[in-house]
C-alpha cells in the first residue's frame, strides 16, 4: 500500500509539472489558433530568468515568480505584436514563424548566457521532504502541485468570470460577430498570448531546481504540453488538468515498472489511440451552432 502511495504521489507530482507547462500551450492554442512550437522557448526563458536573477540579483526562486512572469509575458507580447498578429488563420505560416522564433531563441541564449549547464538552487525553506500519507515528498514538489492548483483557478477565473474572458471565448466562437459587437479581438489575442507565454515562464522557473537549464530544455517540454492539451481537448481547460493527471499517473505507473524511455514510449502511443478514436480529445467544448 505504502507503494502504491507514493506512486500516485509521484503521479501527481509529475502530473502538475505537465499541467503547468501545458496550461500556457492550451489558452494559446485553443483560443487563437495557433500552433505555437515556441511554447518551449519560453519555458526555457522562465528558467534562464531565474537563474540570471538569482545570479545576478541575488532573488531566491519564490520572490522572482512575478518577476519571471511579467519577463516572459512582456517577450510573448511584443512577438505576438510583430509576428504573430499577421499570421492568423495561416496555421503553417504559425508553425514555420514560432519554429524560426524558438531556434533563434535558443541562439540568443548561447550567445548571451553560454550553452553549458546552468541550476537553479532550490528555496531553502522546500528543500526538505514532508510525509503524505505515511510517504515522504519532496516539499518542493508539494509546493509546485499547490501552486499549480491555485494557478488554474485563477486561469479558470479570468477565462470565465471577468470581461476579459468573456470577449475571448466570443472571439473564439465567431471573430466577425465579436468584431460588429466592439470587440478588440487584436488586443484581447495580445492580452491571450501575453497571459499564455507568462505561464510559461513560470513552468521554466520552478521546475529549474528540478531540471538542468539549458538552451535546449524547452523542446521536450512542448512535445508533452501539446500532448496534454491534444488528449484533453485543445479547447477545454478541465480537460487539459485532467489529462495532465491521467499522463502523470501513467508515465509514473510505467517508470516504476520498466523505465523512463519505454514508459514516455508506452504513453506515446497509447495517445496516439485515443486520438485515432476520439480526435477532438476526451473534453471538447460544446458550442452553440
Excluded at 488538468?241 to 509514473?252: D, F, H, K, M, Y
Aim: hydrophobic share 55%; net charge positive.
Amino acid at each position: 500500500m505504502e507503494t502504491f502511495l507514493a506512486q500516485i504521489i509521484t503521479g501527481l507530482s509529475i502530473g502538475s509539472i505537465l499541467l503547468l507547462v501545458a496550461l500556457g500551450l492550451a489558452i494559446i492554442y485553443g483560443t487563437t489558433g495557433v500552433i505555437n512550437l515556441a511554447h518551449g522557448e519560453f519555458v526555457m526563458l522562465g528558467a534562464y530568468s531565474a537563474w540570471a536573477l538569482q545570479t545576478f540579483l541575488g532573488l531566491g526562486l519564490i520572490e522572482s515568480l512575478v518577476l519571471i512572469f511579467l519577463i516572459t509575458a512582456a517577450f510573448g507580447w511584443v512577438i505576438e505584436k510583430v509576428v504573430i498578429r499577421h499570421l492568423y488563420r495561416r496555421p503553417l505560416d504559425t508553425i514555420l514563424a514560432t519554429w524560426g522564433i524558438g531556434v533563434m531563441a535558443q541562439q540568443a541564449i548561447r550567445l548571451s548566457a553560454g550553452g553549458e549547464l546552468r541550476y537553479v538552487e532550490m528555496p531553502s525553506a522546500l528543500g526538505s521532504s514532508v510525509s503524505v500519507l505515511g510517504v515522504e515528498t519532496s516539499a518542493f514538489r508539494i509546493f509546485i502541485l499547490l501552486f499549480t492548483a491555485a494557478l488554474f483557478g485563477v486561469t479558470w477565473y479570468l477565462m470565465y468570470r471577468t470581461s476579459v474572458g468573456m470577449k475571448l471565448r466570443a472571439i473564439t466562437q465567431d471573430r466577425e460577430v465579436a468584431s460588429c459587437f466592439g470587440i478588440n479581438s487584436q488586443r484581447t489575442y495580445s492580452l491571450t498570448f501575453a497571459y499564455g507565454t507568462g505561464l510559461a515562464g513560470l513552468a521554466g522557473a520552478l521546475v529549474s531546481p528540478l531540471k538542468s537549464v539549458s538552451p535546449e530544455m524547452g523542446t521536450t517540454y512542448v512535445v508533452d504540453a501539446f500532448m496534454v492539451v491534444v488528449l484533453g481537448g485543445v479547447d477545454s481547460l478541465v480537460g487539459t488538468v485532467v489529462s495532465a493527471a491521467i499522463l502523470g499517473e501513467l508515465t509514473g505507473f510505467l517508470a516504476f515498472l520498466s523505465n523512463d524511455t519505454i514508459a514516455k514510449a508506452l504513453v506515446l502511443l497509447t495517445i496516439v489511440i485515443l486520438i485515432r478514436f476520439r480526435p477532438q480529445g476526451l473534453f471538447a467544448a460544446r458550442t452553440r451552432t
